[in-house]
């Protein structure tokens, strides 16, 4: 097998950093030399297939995006990037791996769409990955379904308590999967937003002419976001449930989440990019249809209100636990513009999977978060919270070889015909400037991205099985 070696650079963990020099063996870690090692011979350079000079530079575990959309069906239409096209972007960005979502529509049994999603991935992916289920028909076949995932290394589902119609469950339905994973050690993921309460604000909005982008935003208010994620954390409390809230955007509900975490509970949640840097001021309410290049949900957050700052600070505080994208991408033509005159229809998503290592290492640059604390929140904890850690989210013997040279003396500017390397008509991003730059990517010992060259290949990553979630209290 083809050796490694890659030296010179700082390598940096979620505990700390310092100098040291990476063998790889194939697609393994097998050794970091540190200082004055001597044990595998002072010409090892010489003797190894590659040498990579990290001089100046960071050497990180590449990012693990635990949160990703690849072909997804949604509001009428299929999520823009596939899995070839999507591992590809996010290969570009550092990240080499990622947990993406198998649906279970209503009607169909969870067993069907796992291996649906199973074969749409299969011989398509850049770098590794992994599934979570997504269980949109909670009923007494689905719910043994449920029992069985982990004996196909699925450890994860999620809950909606948004979308009637679509994917939404009850509080009975959502009492019942939680008693499943209380009893199996699956981490209930769920989207928390009052469902039923958002699809009244939505109609009255229309009825009142109220259409643009801009009021996707007014119609899914933060206190419906914190009132279900209070219902979703004392539905965990009752059962036992370990319980992870996706895409965390309202300070309130992080007050929510955090406030559990004060009492033991094992509660946990995520943000994205999106909700650390846009705003529904600024982009949702943007000139004419343009705010519908940011329509997700959760929504975008006003600025006024200081949302994103206590977001940030709870990344700093460990009140949330790490940065996922919810990568989501719909092209404005033909998809997003679907909801010209009803804001309802435009297909809720963002594209960020390529930019999400980059946007967060500039959090470092402004002194929001620390060196560690980044490949914490990107890698490290995604790692330890979906029963990846020991293979992915750490440099260390034994180690998957997903190792990325972080370059903080470059320069990375966003946009179309820049970095954008995602099936999109246009980026979310455009006009962002970063302080840093992915120089290399190397996913299970392969360089898939170097000298601003995408070597990779469709095939190259593989299904990881994954263990149950490694974070518990």
């Not at 406030?259 to 990019?273: I, L």
Request: hydrophobic residues 40%; charged residues 20%; glycine residues 10%.
């Amino acid at each position: 097998m083809a050796t490694t070696l890659i030296t010179g650079g700082t390598v940096v963990s979620s505990t700390g950093r310092g100098p040291a020099d990476i063998l790889v063996d194939g697609e393994r870690i097998v050794a970091l030399l540190y200082p004055g090692t001597t044990a595998l011979g002072a010409n090892l350079a010489e003797t190894v297939d590659t040498v990579i000079d990290a001089s100046g530079k960071y050497v990180v575990p590449g990012g693990i995006d635990a949160h990703t959309h690849m072909s997804m069906p949604f509001g009428g239409t299929t999520a823009s990037d596939d899995f070839e096209t999507g591992t590809r972007a996010a290969a570009w960005g550092g990240t080499t791996m990622i947990i993406d979502f198998a649906v279970q529509k209503f009607g169909e049994r969870v067993q069907d769409s796992l291996q649906t999603w199973h074969k749409m991935a299969s011989g398509q992916c850049a770098v590794d990955y992994s599934f979570h289920q997504i269980v949109g028909d909670v009923n007494d076949e689905s719910l043994a379904a449920l029992r069985r995932l982990p004996d196909e290394g699925i450890t994860s589902y999620k809950l909606f308590m948004a979308y009637p119609g679509v994917f939404y469950s009850d509080d009975a339905q959502i009492l019942r999967a939680m008693q499943i994973g209380a009893n199996t050690g699956l981490l209930t993921m769920m989207h928390a937003e009052n469902g039923p309460a958002i699809d009244v604000l939505v109609a009255q909005l229309l009825a009142e002419g109220k259409t643009d982008p801009y009021y996707h935003g007014i119609a899914r208010a933060w206190q419906l976001e914190e009132e279900a994620t209070h219902r979703a954390i004392m539905l965990a409390d009752l059962t036992g449930a370990p319980l992870y809230v996706v895409h965390v955007s309202a300070k309130q509900a992080v007050a929510q989440l955090a406030a559990a975490r004060d009492r033991g509970r094992n509660v946990f949640g995520e943000t994205c990019p999106q909700y650390l840097y846009l705003s529904l001021e600024d982009n949702l309410g943007a000139a004419g249809f343009e705010g519908a290049k940011w329509v997700c949900s959760t929504p975008l957050r006003s600025r006024q209100e200081e949302h994103q700052d206590q977001v940030w600070q709870a990344l700093r505080t460990n009140d949330l636990q790490m940065v996922s994208t919810d990568h989501c991408p719909f092209c404005m033509k033909g998809q997003k513009d679907m909801g010209i005159g009803d804001f309802s229809k435009i297909p809720n998503g963002i594209g960020t999977i390529e930019h999400r290592m980059d946007l967060m290492y500039q959090g470092v640059v402004d002194g929001r978060i620390t060196l560690e604390r980044w490949v914490e929140i990107t890698s490290t904890t995604p790692a330890r919270m979906f029963g990846l850690y020991g293979r992915k989210g750490v440099l260390a013997p034994g180690a998957d070889a997903d190792i990325v040279v972080y370059d903080p003396n470059g320069h990375t500017s966003i946009g179309l015909g820049k970095t954008h390397h995602m099936n999109m008509d246009h980026s979310a991003w455009e006009g962002y400037e970063i302080d840093g730059h992915v120089d290399t990517v190397l996913s299970r010992g392969k360089v898939v991205v170097a000298d601003g060259e995408y070597r990779g290949r469709k095939g190259d990553g593989q299904f990881v099985r994954r263990d149950p979630c490694q974070y518990l209290i």
